[in-house]
């Protein structure tokens, strides 16, 4: 555990939503010695004071007093998507560092907006893709940096879970389209990161999306249905460029209403071999990934995990070791005033093919990237 730089205290850190950011931020931000959570912020007073009373933080109901706190150094925006992007704009005014749960904004033009605000304020923005933090994620990226399949050839990237396969499941923001719902914003901003991480940038996309589950139950326990427009199925081929400028093409499967669900794997085919990393482990997105490497005469091999990369301990809930990897990368990247990676600018790529691949959805023709 790296410990915080004697001439600077840790960064004072607001968590903005309560959902995944109390379950998985607040640990990780209490965990690491560089941040310290100082204060919760939700819209619903009732939601607050619940999460204030188990945590003995102060809670504010108003962004403006919050971001008026001197406490206040940096926030952890972990809302649904809609109102990130507002809320962000705000801190950067303030001049606050942010870690943003992803997607970071509705479309890519808010991001890059965001981009020009938090370099003109010189604050540091970090985006939440995890799984560059997974250390078998990292020991992949460093296997492909090596060169050991060659030439890369092919890539296979299937996302395919159970979490709303349900019907029963309520109807909420993540039903609607227009509020940055769907498996495009869930999985293939994820997804689409860790290709450009891996391989390269994508220059084209097509897609065909649907909603298996059309209609969901209200919340308000009336048995009224509401239509569902996010899609919860998505197939996508992608032509990404290599650091050397090839092309290659990419296929992407993600689901969340595959019961049980082949899990997340993605294979990487090339001309000295492939590399094949997975796991059906849909409890614990994080831990069980296995990491394959097949020679050219076919040969598999399981390749034993990096020491160098392993988390120093497990937790409860899996998701709160590599969130924690990451806010100390961007703790690191505030308190020394430099970009943090990722950051708004891998955010804006992610968000980018998702936007296109909803227009090649809807029009059925091919988008350029």
């Keep these: ?13 607001a968590l903005v939503g ?22 919760l912020w939700h819209h619903r007073p009732e939601r607050l004071e619940q999460a204030c009373a188990a945590t003995g933080l102060a809670g504010f109901t108003s962004f403006d007093a919050l971001l008026a706190d001197a406490r206040v150094d940096a926030l952890v925006i972990a809302t649904p998507p809609e109102p990130r992007f507002a809320l962000a704009q705000a801190a950067i005014a303030a001049g606050k560092h942010l870690l943003l749960e992803k997607p970071v904004a509705l479309e890519a033009p808010q991001i890059e907006e965001l981009q020009r605000q938090a370099l003109s304020a010189g604050v540091s923005v970090g985006v939440d893709f995890e799984y560059r933090a997974v250390p078998a994620f990292m020991q992949l990226a460093a296997l492909l940096q090596q060169g050991v399949i060659g030439t890369p050839w092919l890539v296979k990237l299937d996302w395919l879970m159970g979490s709303r396969a349900d019907a029963s499941r309520p109807w909420n923001w993540y039903s609607q389209r227009a509020a940055g719902g769907g498996v495009l914003g869930s999985l293939g901003t994820h997804a689409f990161d860790t290709l450009h991480w891996l ?39 992608l032509e990404l460029e290599t650091a050397q400028g090839q092309s290659l093409p990419a296929q992407v499967s993600l689901a969340s209403v595959t019961r049980p669900g082949r899990g997340y794997w993605i294979e990487v085919y090339g001309s000295e071999g492939s590399l094949v990393l997975g796991s059906g482990n849909q409890s614990d997105y994080v831990h069980g990934f296995q990491l394959w490497r097949s020679s ?33 990368w961007w703790a690191e990247a505030a308190l020394e005033q430099r970009p943090m990676r990722p950051g708004l600018s891998e955010a804006v790529h992610s968000q980018l093919i998702c936007d296109r691949a909803l227009q090649a959805a809807d029009s059925g023709i091919r988008q350029p990237i």
């Design 199 to 237: 391989i390269g940038p994508a220059r084209q996309v097509s897609c065909l999306r649907s909603m298996a589950i059309p209609h969901r139950p209200l919340a308000d326990g009336s048995g009224r249905l509401a239509a569902v427009d996010a899609e919860d199925i998505a197939l996508l081929q």
């Design 18 to 39: 309560l959902g995944f950011g109390e379950k998985v931020h607040l640990p990780a931000l209490r965990d690491c010695p560089l941040t310290e959570p100082v204060a």
């Design 296 to 328: 050219p005469d076919g040969t598999r091999e399981e390749i034993s995990p990096d020491p160098q990369l392993a988390f120093s301990h497990t937790w409860p809930d899996g998701r709160v070791a590599p969130v924690r990897r990451l806010i100390q």
């Design 1 to 13: 555990m790296t410990a915080a730089p004697s001439s600077q205290r840790p960064l004072g850190v």
